[in-house]
T-cell receptor, first 115, second 115 residues
């Protein structure tokens, strides 16, 4: 099992450029989410999806778009990159275990720098 | 809103010493609580989780945590620190087992282990 795969691992963008961070999981998990990690801030939820065709905003959604056309993929789009979006981005997928509780599997992250 | 507080941003212990990382949650109902570890340049790995039942939860790598409702705490401990424990540790809370319940992280604590 590949688990949760994020690409690219590193990216440098110029202010105003757009790009898509890819996230794919092969575990048939219904729930997927995007977080950003900044020093001293922990991880903050950007967007999440409870299934194909369903997305919702998290804590810090501004400047980001998501879509969920398939169960496997959950791309994160930066519409017009800003230096404030310099961060490490993590994608996670979630499963419901036998007791009915959710466990999370995280990708290895994308380190984004906006100059 | 659900939240967790991790006091301090950095803890330093000697190898072989007790590790204690503090986490307090705000909740009017017993939540689901998690501890994650992040090694340098890696994603997040689940150490342990509390859902229901036994309040003392054992995790991987010799870590354990005790859920204390009266203190709204979920502190992480390890009797004897090892050099390989040096990492960043995150406490996280989820309000319920429902699909729309979000995983909220604390700001993280960096653990250093001195030889």
């Amino acid at each position: 099992n590949a688990g949760v795969t994020q690409t690219p691992k590193f990216q440098v963008l110029k202010t105003g450029q757009s790009m898509t961070l890819q996230c794919a999981q092969d575990m048939n998990h219904e729930y997927m989410s995007w977080y950003r990690q900044d020093p001293g801030m922990g991880l903050r939820l950007i967007h999440y999806s409870v299934g194909a065709g369903i997305t919702d905003q998290g804590e810090v959604p501004n400047g980001y778009n998501v879509s969920r056309s398939t169960t496997e993929d959950f791309p994160l789009r930066l519409l017009s990159a800003a230096p404030s979006q310099t961060s490490v981005y993590f994608c996670a997928s979630s499963y419901r275990d036998r007791q009915g509780y959710y466990g999370y599997t995280f990708g290895s992250g994308t380190r984004l720098t906006v100059v | 809103a659900q939240s967790v507080t991790q006091l301090g941003s950095h803890v330093s212990v000697s190898e072989g010493a007790l590790v204690l990382l503090r986490c307090n949650y705000s909740s009017s109902v017993p939540p689901y609580l998690f501890w994650y570890v992040q090694y340098p340049n890696q994603g997040l790995q689940l150490l342990l989780k509390y859902t229901t039942g036994a309040t003392l939860v054992k995790g991987i790598n010799g870590f354990e945590a005790e859920f204390k409702k009266s203190e709204t705490s979920f502190h992480l401990t390890k009797p004897s620190a090892h050099m390989s424990d040096a990492a960043e540790y995150f406490c996280a809370v989820r309000k319920s087992s429902g699909a729309n319940s979000k995983l909220t992280f604390g700001k993280g604590i960096t653990l250093s282990v001195r030889p």
